[in-house]
């Protein structure tokens, strides 16, 4: 299991079972991390606990006919096979549910990546404000999620490193 930016980062050509969350790379729902052939592997459950311990770390997941399902009442998201909320208020773009091809389809310190919409860096998505709020950064780590070119200025700004500037089509 890797460190990653976006899906595509975890699927080789031997596994193509694994989605980046929270920049890990895990096992898709369903899917267990295989230890000697290094690649997820498909399982049946039998038990709620299975869905949480064997992929995603999904709190929302339950065993329904040995298949890990999402619990009512979520479904599960396409891209990042996370269990969402159907209830969440949808007045406002969130990067968890909008499908994006450049930066007009998104909303407020949003920005559009993998054809998501995503939070700009220093921004984190907030389901109180159902949109993007501002998170000072304390490590560069912070700042890298998308641009690997950021760093962790003294005052809590993601900035670009010296040399580098931000890319207008993507306002970041």
């Known amino acids: 299991m890797n460190h990653c930016f976006n899906n595509s980062e975890c699927q080789t050509d031997l596994d193509r079972n694994q989605v980046c969350i929270k920049n890990m790379c895990v096992c898709q729902p369903n ?21 949480f311990y064997a992929s995603t770390l999904d709190h929302n997941r339950i065993c329904s006919n040995n298949k890990c ?27 968890i549910e909008i499908y994006c091809n450049d930066i007009n389809n998104c909303g407020l310190n949003q920005f559009c990546v993998d054809n998501r919409c995503e939070c700009l860096p220093n921004y984190e998505y907030s389901y109180v404000y159902n949109g993007c709020v501002f998170k000072p950064c304390f490590y560069s780590n912070d700042c890298t999620r998308f641009d690997a070119n950021r760093i962790c200025s003294n005052n809590g700004y993601c900035n670009c490193r010296s040399g580098y500037t931000v890319n207008p089509k993507k306002n970041m």
């Open 69 to 95: 399902i999402c619990d009512k009442p979520y479904y599960e998201d396409s891209v990042t096979k996370q269990c969402i909320s159907e209830f969440r208020n949808t007045s406002t773009k969130s990067p």
């Open 31 to 51: 899917y267990k991390w295989n230890k000697t052939n290094t690649v997820c592997t498909h399982f049946n459950c039998y038990l709620d606990e299975e869905c």
